[in-house]
């Protein structure tokens, strides 16, 4: 935790079978969340050389203390590119310890999917800043959010007294919350058009083994000219209002919104990503909400779409069946008018 932006670094391992080898750099930044890192992980960045051999070597600081396992790198080439990943030591040891005294590792969980407040989910919702993780879905009953009486839309702003800067931030600081602990929430909840500042207290529990959260759903079924009623156009998707034959084909029964029918792969819109580096956007899809503003045909879509001008933010809400888990995913995808 001492460890500082600038701060001098060794990192020491055996890269390409050289035996400990010694590469010099500096810590370029203290909580990295690096690409397809677990979620709950944080890790120190740096330029020390680290290439292949490297990964479980140490990251020592100028007093030879240990205060990271190396562990990864970006690159496009498979070596070295100027940007490396070490474990802080203080996680390290905790998995260490636990691995030690109770044969596994346990980390908190509140059976919540999550995604971090942004600057056009702020803009829409009148936010002073972008800061805090919203619920896209709660699991089910039972869980640990459930039980506290958390609800899909609210908006995360501290977890046991500390602030949250993003999804990543709080899934790590659950994560790293021991199970069965209480810990107070404070969020915000969507009442009519306003915000309402709440505090609930939440007994976290134990993070599955396996995580049965997918995040692609399989591709669904094709629509026949039948199903489909005259659909609109906004944004570069087209959207179809949803029958009773479509409630079938995508297995939303009950549900209402509109669903995408195709995406321009020439429009903005094709570009816009999940924060997990995904396309934001599938055939199949249900869009339930625009801009605070509950979907349940083409005239209450187009009628809040319409006034919308390059520059705008968008916040949807978003429903799709995942063939694979059996399970509803919701989501929130957030973008700006191109």
């Known amino acids: 935790d001492a460890a500082q932006v600038g701060d001098w670094v060794l990192a020491i391992g055996s890269p390409f079978g050289l035996a400990q080898t010694v590469t010099a750099g500096i810590v370029s930044q203290t909580k990295r969340e690096p690409p397809y890192a677990a979620l709950f992980q944080k890790f120190i960045q740096t330029d020390a050389a680290i290439n292949r051999g490297n990964s479980g070597g140490p990251l020592v600081n100028m007093n030879g203390e240990v205060i990271g396992i190396n562990s990864q790198i970006a690159t496009s080439t498979g070596d070295y590119n100027g940007i490396g990943f070490a474990l802080p030591s203080n996680e390290a040891a905790n998995v260490y310890r636990q691995i030690r005294e109770i044969g596994k590792v346990r980390r908190g969980y509140l059976g919540v999917s999550l995604d971090s407040v942004r600057a ?22 039972k869980s640990a959010a459930a039980t506290a009486g958390l609800l899909t839309g609210d908006i995360i702003l501290e977890f046991g007294g500390e602030k949250i800067l993003s999804a990543p931030d709080l899934i790590g600081k659950i994560a790293s919350t021991a199970p069965e602990k209480e810990v107070n929430i404070t969020y915000l909840r969507e009442v009519g058009s306003n915000l309402e500042r709440r505090t609930t207290l939440v007994k976290v529990a134990e993070r599955p083994s396996r995580d049965e959260a997918a995040d692609d759903a399989a591709a669904p079924k094709k629509l026949s000219v039948s199903d489909v009623k005259k659909p609109i156009e906004p944004f570069g998707l087209t959207l179809i209002e949803l029958t009773p034959q479509l409630n079938a084909v995508y297995r939303l029964e009950g549900e209402k919104g509109l669903i995408i029918k195709n995406i321009n792969p020439a429009s903005f819109i094709a570009d816009v990503k999940n924060p997990n580096g995904s396309d934001a956007f599938r055939e199949g899809d249900l869009i339930q909400r625009i801009n605070r503003v509950n979907v349940t045909d083409l005239k209450t879509f187009s009628e809040t779409a319409n006034k919308l001008k390059k520059g705008d933010a968008v916040v949807l809400q978003i429903q799709s069946y995942d063939l694979r888990t059996q399970n509803v995913q919701r989501r929130i995808v957030q973008f700006t008018i191109q």
Do not use: M
Request: hydrophobic letters at 45%; aromatic letters at 10%; charged letters at 25%.
């Open 120 to 141: 056009e989910f702020a803009k829409v919702y009148g936010l002073a800043e972008a800061k805090g993780a919203i619920i896209t879905n709660v699991s089910d009953k």
